[in-house]
């Protein structure tokens, strides 16, 4: 059943607030609705677009918290984080991510979400990666989007941090990474 203008408009912006990382493909398909309609909605209701709302959120939220790296350096846009234990970032794979003859993403830039994803989640002035062992799953193409996982695993070693990094193209891992990360301070609460 399709609702009138205002209804509709009502309920998108109570939806886009409870989901703020709801894309507007997945809004028309909700709203039995055109995307061109749910972009109108959004500019009637002054609702930026996905990526802007990603980027606010990022600023807003991350912006003084990450410390090993600067949030516009980090590939991808991070939606959760919580230093020194997980977080979480998304990639939309678009053309310049893709070899232009098969749409395929080249790797190095699903390596790179997972890489400075696991250096952003380090509680230090200072991360690099020491050793990585990756392996892709599956072939990423244009048009989707690669959400990264970032779990960190605490080592023997003080002066090293373990993160394993999975990425997931709608639920199915695509990249599993487990990356060593040199930290230059100590975790807190060591001695």
Excluded at 105 to 121: C, E, K, P, T
Aim: net charge neutral; hydrophobic share 40%; aromatic share 6%.
């Amino acid at each position: 059943m399709k609702l009138n203008k205002k209804e509709r408009q009502k309920q998108l912006k109570q939806t886009i607030e409870e989901m703020p990382f709801i894309t507007d493909d997945e809004l028309a398909k909700q709203f039995s609705v055109s995307i061109q309609t749910i972009r109108l909605d959004r500019m009637e209701l002054s609702i930026p677009e996905l990526r802007e709302r990603i980027k606010s959120v990022a600023r807003n939220q991350w912006n003084e918290t990450v410390k090993a790296i600067h949030i516009e350096e980090v590939i991808g846009e991070i939606i959760d984080l919580e230093l020194d234990k997980r977080a979480l970032s998304i990639l939309d794979i678009r053309k310049e991510h893709v070899f232009s003859r098969n749409k395929i993403a080249r790797g190095h830039h699903i390596f790179a979400q997972a890489n400075s994803l696991a250096v952003a989640v380090i509680d230090d002035d200072l991360a690099l990666t020491a050793k990585a062992e990756i392996r892709f799953t599956r072939q990423v193409l244009e048009g989707e989007r690669v959400v990264a996982k970032a779990s960190v695993q605490h080592n023997d070693k003080k002066d090293r941090t373990i993160v394993d990094v999975n990425s997931f193209v709608d639920q199915e891992l695509v990249f599993s990474g487990i990356f060593e990360m040199f930290r230059s301070n100590k975790r807190k609460g060591e001695a």
